[in-house]
């Protein structure tokens, strides 16, 4: 079963602390941690894709507009705290699997290494429901 791990955080600078209060070597450990992951699922014939996302204040909303051409907004909008800042989409047997998976990417190292505890959602990708021919 193949599941979406979304790395998501209630505000900016938060839940996440800032980027520009990281030491060099406190990045660089937390992006050496996600690539090792990575490399682990990989290994383990689990991973299918994982992302990392622009900061929110880079996003775009587009809506259709009846046919014209679409409106584009800068996103998100003020009323949204919430972002998303990465995922994975993992194939493994069970969601027992999938929560670990998802445990282990939440305890990422963060300033000073300590664990940063990110919150995690875990949702099974949905499979296309039959058609008839």
């Known amino acids: 079963m193949k599941y979406m791990l979304l ?28 690539k090792d992951t990575n490399a682990g699922l990989t290994a383990a014939g689990e991973l299918v894709d994982a992302q990392g996302l622009a900061m929110p204040e880079t996003a775009r909303i587009v809506r259709s507009h009846g046919g014209g051409a679409p409106v584009v907004t800068e996103g998100p909008f003020p009323e949204s705290k919430e972002w998303v800042a990465g995922w994975w ?41 039959p058609t008839e021919l």
């Open 7 to 34: 790395m998501q955080f209630s505000e900016k600078n938060v839940d996440f602390p800032k980027l520009d209060e990281w030491k060099p070597e406190e990045l660089q450990a937390h992006i050496q941690f996600m």
């Open 89 to 129: 989409i993992v194939d493994c047997d069970t969601e027992q699997r999938a929560i670990d998976i998802a445990a282990a990417v939440s305890a990422a190292p963060g300033p000073g290494g300590r664990p940063l505890n990110m919150p995690i959602e875990v949702r099974q990708v949905m499979a296309a429901p």
